[in-house]
Nanobody, 123 residues
């Protein structure tokens, strides 16, 4: 099983940028499709971005498309989420996850999760 640890969150003004990291251990990030999710206070967890296991196919929620970029460094065994032009509505705890249950549907396919990192965007 893969263990995931996020870092890079913080407080930033609207229009600013942050880069989140997700360090993996136990298995390599290239072993799975990997994703980022977020959960704002009193809201359900929502999908942000995914990178497929093979190749570099990426998918984004409409709300972040064009502003966020998911990437993976196999040598560092780390996944990233570059977030540009941040908005107050991006404020949430961000989680990385490994799609290690591909027979499941939707978020249920993600069986391994990090502890989360807080991102706060001030207006």
């Amino acid at each position: 099983q893969v263990q995931l640890v996020e870092s890079g969150g913080g407080l930033v003004q609207a229009g600013g940028s942050l880069r989140l990291s997700c360090a993996a251990s136990g298995r390599t990030v290239s072993s799975y499709a990997m994703g980022w999710f977020r959960q704002a206070p009193e809201k359900e967890r929502e999908f942000v971005a995914e990178m497929r296991k093979f190749g570099s196919n990426t998918y984004y929620a409409d709300s972040v498309k064009g502003r966020f970029t998911i990437s993976r460094d196999n040598a560092q065994n780390t996944m990233y989420l570059q977030m540009n032009n941040l908005k107050p509505e991006d404020t949430a705890v961000y989680y990385c996850a490994a799609k290690d249950r591909p027979w499941m549907v939707g978020a249920g396919a993600y069986g391994s999760w990090g502890q989360g990192t807080q991102v706060t965007v001030s207006s």
